[in-house]
């Protein structure tokens, strides 16, 4: 039992290097993977200045003074190294605001790869090359040490949290998928199975996609979703000491236009959650120093937060999607040992999970949601594009002379 | 003596072996005073001057346009500027309307028709001027369906104007067993003419090829090995696939290169990855021009594994570029072509023990090269359209009276 119940807001900002229309002509002619014209509907640039516009700089705005409103406000943030870079290129603007953001000192930063890659999966020393890019990238532009861990799509198993326990981060964070949790909920703080030290919170899988995925839902029996109904739902949970709301940072804006009212929603949060004493705001590591574990975690399997299945069949799951991922990974010695920086870049940015997950023919059929965040007409051109580009980065290594 | 010819598509913009082989067949009747008009479903400007090329456009349509190289894809223009796209069926009816009454006003001796698509208006000119019809066969419904039944609509006309031809022409022995065997046509009435090629046709080379990957990989000791065609049963791509796969296994440094576009493409795409060879196989969808021709070029092998090809014209187009072929025994071309290796499309092994023979030894190829050349520089298609004129002669009624 406990007076105290925290909601723990998390946010995670990405976006990829998308391949542009790449096609065998272009193999071995030019190593230009992922700058499309800026009017083609692959364009970074082009999609980066209206993510910015719609989401980024309307959504920091809001949190700039829903935590000057609010003092007893915080949330986390994770943001890739990918995002960053194009942040800094096509929209400082937006950039500045997350500086704004992290500068209050109530928005903790969470670790996690720089290339938003699937890495740990298939290669631990390019793994932890890419988290310690990440590391030095968010202390220099945003001047913070993330001691909380998050893998990429947060997936997640027992290697992973002892790694992250023997890597010194005080907290990972996982999704909460009931074959897991069993008869128990995500609504604490648990700790890993092989490890000590390392906390690991869970996703509230429900409360989280009732704000990202139902809220603009009609047919949805709850809809509308209202602060204060929200806030009700968990006041209802007697025994519950955090609600791990983990979201893409694009639900407010983006997933979910202003249109569908997801700001005032994300406005009123706070005032409404925070009229009841005893309600509090916790960033991921202060839930982690307030609440003790009540239980140990055994996640022997992979598991992730997308589709019904939690696992990594969307990135990984048809022959397209597990040959090309594992023919990249297979340069990696002849890649590094090139030290050319611009190709060993190039390499890095094709590991991006997004690129996979283009290559999903998973319910492709049915026209959903990963159509909808694909920028390509089909997933075989996704994989035509990847395929061309991965040859061409042989063709370099054969320059480098070291391809037999 | 005046041909009225029906076909369905001319270079260059045409999805296969049919535009080529009418084209460059015309052209050489032409060289034997035969005074040909080529009758097109569309406009288009072919930059052709040894024969006329009218469109049969019904009235009140403006223009007729050709989109791609899907069969199936026609946007009809109107007179008053809206637009209609119609299926094959109804373009393939709307064609013998429209040549019927193109016919109304035209003097000519003989209709010599291409392929089931045009076979209709054949027959309804032959209702309306009771003059001869010659049906030229490239390929029938069986060989498009992969040696099943086809298409009953498809199948049907082939049945209907087998039977009231006056004459068939088939390209190759393959194609008139089949005939015989599916449409029971007796043998006597067909004639068995083989395509041909005419190296005049193929432009010169630039230097850099397009595809420089291949190339380089080549210097480092790859070889490569190519098909150009329509992704479809018809043309056993499954098979090369699988043969690919035991061809890698036993040569690593083999790279397959596949040219062309159809409903198998993201079959045959999957197929690649889930045999662990998606690395090596590349994909390049539908090429014309330059990327067409440097595919011919750059290739050590070119392979045709068509499961029934009545005729193929591309093996013979890849020796022109210097390479040499291995080509299913169920194609019209292994009839003509001596030195070229050849294999049952279903043999699967020993397609792989033929290519592999081939990237493992650059002798074989280059004496496999050397004399498929020698044969080549005595292909024409002069040989054909002279026999082509004969049966003109033959059915010529005002040379019978």
Same mark, same amino acid.
């Given at each position: 039992?406990?007076?105290?119940?925290?909601?723990?807001?998390?946010?995670?900002?990405?976006?990829?290097?998308?391949?542009?229309?790449?096609?065998?002509?272009?193999?071995?002619?030019?190593?230009?993977?992922?700058?499309?014209?800026?009017?083609?509907?692959?364009?970074?640039?082009?999609?980066?200045?209206?993510?910015?516009?719609?989401?980024?700089?309307?959504?920091?705005?809001?949190?700039?003074?829903?935590?000057?409103?609010?003092?007893?406000?915080?949330?986390?943030?994770?943001?890739?190294?990918?995002?960053?870079?194009?942040?800094?290129?096509?929209?400082?603007?937006?950039?500045?605001?997350?500086?704004?953001?992290?500068?209050?000192?109530?928005?903790?930063? @969470?670790?996690?790869?720089?290339?938003?890659?699937?890495?740990?999966?298939?290669?631990?020393?390019?793994?932890?090359?890419?988290?310690?890019?990440?590391?030095?990238?968010?202390?220099?532009?945003?001047?913070?040490?993330?001691?909380?861990?998050?893998?990429?799509?947060?997936?997640?198993?027992?290697?992973?949290?002892?790694?992250? #326990?023997?890597?010194?981060?005080?907290?990972?964070?996982?999704?909460?998928?009931?074959?897991?949790?069993?008869?128990?909920?995500?609504?604490?703080?648990?700790?890993?199975?092989?490890?000590?030290?390392?906390?690991?919170?869970?996703?509230?899988?429900?409360?989280?996609?009732?704000?990202?995925?139902?809220?603009?839902?009609?047919?949805?029996?709850?809809?509308?979703?209202?602060?204060?109904?929200?806030?009700?739902?968990?006041?209802?949970?007697?025994?519950?000491?955090?609600?791990?709301?983990?979201? =893409?940072?694009?639900?407010?804006?983006?997933?979910?236009?202003?249109?569908?009212?997801?700001?005032?929603?994300?406005?009123?949060?706070?005032?409404?959650?925070?009229?009841? =004493?005893?309600?509090?705001?916790?960033?991921?590591?202060?839930?982690?120093?307030?609440? *003790?574990? @009540?239980?140990?975690?055994?996640?022997?399997?992979?598991?992730?937060?997308? =589709?019904? *299945?939690? #696992?990594?069949?969307?990135?990984?799951?048809?022959?397209?999607?597990?040959?090309?991922?594992?023919?990249?990974?297979?340069?990696?010695?002849?890649?590094?040992?090139?030290?050319?920086?611009?190709?060993?870049?190039?390499?890095?940015?094709?590991?991006?999970?997004?690129?996979?997950?283009?290559?999903?023919?998973?319910?492709?059929?049915?026209?959903?949601?990963?159509?909808?965040?694909?920028?390509?007409?089909?997933?075989?051109?996704?994989?035509?594009?990847?395929?061309?580009?991965?040859? =061409?980065?042989?063709?370099?290594?054969?320059?480098?002379? @070291?391809?037999? | &003596?005046?041909?009225? &010819?029906?076909?369905?598509? !001319?270079?260059?913009?045409?999805?296969?072996?049919?535009?080529?082989?009418?084209?460059?067949?015309?052209?050489?009747?032409?060289?034997?005073?035969?005074?040909?008009?080529?009758?097109?479903?569309?406009?288009?400007?072919?930059?052709?001057?040894?024969?006329?090329?009218?469109?049969?456009?019904?009235?009140?349509?403006?223009?007729?346009?050709?989109?791609?190289?899907?069969?199936?894809?026609?946007?009809?223009?109107?007179?008053?500027?809206?637009?209609?796209?119609?299926?094959?069926?109804?373009?393939?009816? !709307?064609?013998?309307? %429209?040549?019927?009454?193109?016919?109304?006003?035209?003097?000519?001796?003989?209709?010599?028709?291409?392929?089931?698509?045009?076979?209709?208006?054949?027959?309804?000119?032959?209702?309306?001027?009771?003059?001869?019809?010659?049906?030229?066969?490239?390929?029938?419904?069986?060989?498009?369906?992969? %040696? %099943?039944?086809?298409?009953?609509?498809?199948?049907?006309?082939?049945?209907?104007?087998?039977?009231?031809?006056?004459?068939?022409?088939?390209?190759?022995?393959?194609?008139?067993?089949?005939?015989?065997?599916?449409?029971?046509?007796?043998?006597?009435?067909?004639?068995?003419?083989?395509?041909?090629?005419?190296?005049?046709?193929?432009?010169?080379?630039?230097?850099?090829?397009?595809?420089?990957?291949? +190339?380089?990989?080549?210097?480092?000791?790859?070889?490569?090995?190519?098909?150009?065609?329509?992704?479809?049963?018809?043309?056993?791509?499954?098979?090369?696939?699988? %043969?690919?796969? +035991?061809?890698?296994?036993?040569?690593?440094?083999?790279?397959?290169?596949?040219?062309?576009?159809?409903?198998?493409?993201?079959?045959? !795409?999957?197929?690649?990855?889930?045999?662990?060879?998606?690395?090596?196989?590349?994909?390049?969808?539908?090429?014309?021009?330059?990327?067409?021709?440097?595919?011919?070029?750059?290739?050590?092998?070119?392979?045709?594994?068509?499961?029934?090809?009545?005729?193929?014209?591309?093996?013979?187009?890849?020796?022109?570029?210097?390479?040499?072929?291995?080509?299913?025994?169920? /194609?019209?071309? /292994?009839?003509?072509?001596?030195?070229?290796?050849?294999?049952?499309?279903?043999?699967?092994?020993? &397609?792989?023990?033929?290519?592999?023979?081939?990237?493992?030894?650059?002798?074989?190829?280059?004496?496999?090269?050397?004399?498929?050349?020698?044969?080549?520089?005595?292909?024409?298609?002069?040989?054909?359209?002279?026999?082509?004129?004969?049966?003109?002669?033959?059915?010529?009624?005002?040379?019978?009276?």
């Amino acid at each position: 039992m406990t007076d105290t119940k925290a909601i723990v807001l998390y946010l995670h900002v990405h976006q990829p290097y998308r391949i542009r229309h790449y096609t065998v002509y272009d193999t071995a002619h030019n190593h230009n993977y992922f700058e499309a014209p800026y009017e083609d509907r692959r364009s970074n640039e082009r999609i980066l200045h209206k993510v910015a516009e719609k989401s980024y700089l309307a959504t920091n705005t809001r949190l700039m003074a829903m935590l000057a409103e609010n003092p007893g406000f915080k949330l986390s943030i994770s943001i890739t190294g990918t995002i960053i870079e194009q942040l800094e290129r096509w929209s400082p603007q937006a950039l500045k605001s997350f500086q704004d953001l992290f500068n209050t000192g109530r928005v903790e930063i @969470v670790a996690e790869t720089y290339h938003h890659s699937l890495a740990f999966f298939y290669s631990r020393a390019e793994f932890e090359m890419q988290v310690e890019m990440h590391k030095k990238k968010v202390q220099e532009v945003f001047g913070q040490t993330p001691r909380v861990f998050r893998n990429t799509e947060l997936s997640y198993n027992n290697d992973l949290a002892v790694w992250a #326990d023997r890597a010194g981060y005080k907290g990972i964070l996982t999704e909460g998928w009931d074959p897991i949790l069993d008869w128990r909920t995500s609504n604490f703080v648990y700790r890993p199975t092989y490890t000590n030290q390392i906390r690991l919170l869970m996703k509230n899988y429900k409360l989280s996609d009732d704000i990202a995925f139902r809220f603009g839902n009609h047919d949805w029996a709850e809809f509308p979703l209202t602060a204060d109904k929200f806030s009700h739902w968990l006041s209802e949970d007697e025994n519950a000491t955090n609600f791990n709301l983990f979201m =893409d940072y694009e639900t407010f804006g983006e997933h979910n236009w202003h249109e569908s009212g997801i700001f005032g929603f994300l406005e009123h949060l706070p005032k409404e959650w925070l009229k009841t =004493d005893g309600h509090s705001f916790m960033t991921v590591s202060e839930v982690i120093d307030t609440f *003790e574990p @009540v239980d140990v975690i055994d996640v022997p399997q992979t598991i992730t937060w997308a =589709d019904t *299945e939690r #696992d990594l069949s969307a990135w990984l799951g048809n022959p397209m999607q597990s040959t090309s991922i594992q023919q990249l990974y297979d340069l990696q010695d002849r890649v590094i040992s090139t030290k050319d920086l611009a190709l060993i870049e190039d390499w890095r940015r094709l590991q991006t999970s997004d690129h996979f997950y283009y290559m999903c023919t998973k319910y492709f059929n049915d026209g959903d949601i990963h159509a909808y965040f694909s920028p390509y007409e089909t997933p075989y051109e996704a994989y035509i594009n990847f395929m061309n580009a991965y040859r =061409d980065i042989i063709y370099r290594l054969t320059e480098h002379g @070291v391809m037999t | &003596m005046k041909i009225l &010819m029906l076909g369905w598509e !001319l270079p260059p913009h045409n999805s296969g072996g049919l535009g080529t082989a009418c084209l460059q067949l015309c052209r050489a009747l032409s060289r034997q005073d035969i005074d040909l008009e080529f009758v097109l479903p569309y406009d288009a400007d072919h930059g052709i001057d040894f024969m006329k090329v009218t469109p049969a456009q019904p009235q009140g349509v403006a223009s007729v346009i050709r989109s791609g190289i899907a069969y199936d894809s026609y946007k009809y223009v109107n007179e008053d500027g809206s637009e209609e796209w119609l299926n094959i069926y109804d373009q393939v009816a !709307l064609y013998e309307e %429209s040549v019927a009454v193109l016919v109304e006003e035209k003097e000519f001796d003989i209709v010599h028709a291409h392929d089931w698509l045009t076979f209709r208006a054949a027959l309804r000119v032959k209702a309306l001027k009771n003059c001869p019809i010659i049906l030229h066969v490239h390929s029938i419904e069986a060989d498009r369906a992969g %040696s %099943s039944f086809g298409n009953p609509l498809v199948h049907e006309i082939e049945a209907t104007s087998f039977a009231l031809a006056d004459r068939i022409i088939a390209v190759s022995q393959h194609t008139k067993n089949c005939i015989m065997r599916e449409y029971g046509v007796p043998g006597d009435k067909i004639e068995v003419i083989h395509n041909s090629i005419e190296g005049g046709d193929i432009a010169p080379l630039s230097d850099e090829n397009a595809y420089k990957y291949l +190339e380089v990989m080549r210097t480092l000791g790859y070889r490569v090995v190519v098909n150009i065609g329509r992704l479809t049963i018809q043309k056993g791509l499954t098979n090369l696939l699988l %043969s690919a796969k +035991e061809v890698i296994e036993r040569a690593p440094k083999t790279l397959f290169l596949i040219v062309g576009s159809g409903d198998q493409y993201y079959e045959l !795409l999957t197929l690649a990855a889930s045999l662990g060879i998606g690395d090596k196989v590349l994909f390049t969808d539908f090429q014309r021009g330059k990327n067409l021709r440097d595919a011919y070029k750059v290739a050590d092998l070119f392979v045709m594994p068509s499961v029934s090809e009545p005729f193929g014209l591309t093996p013979l187009e890849a020796i022109s570029f210097g390479t040499p072929s291995l080509v299913s025994k169920q /194609s019209g071309v /292994s009839e003509v072509l001596r030195n070229s290796l050849k294999v049952d499309y279903w043999d699967i092994d020993e &397609m792989t023990n033929q290519i592999v023979s081939v990237v493992l030894s650059d002798s074989l190829r280059d004496e496999l090269m050397r004399n498929c050349a020698l044969e080549y520089n005595k292909l024409s298609w002069h040989d054909a359209s002279t026999k082509v004129t004969q049966i003109y002669r033959d059915h010529h009624v005002g040379a019978r009276s």
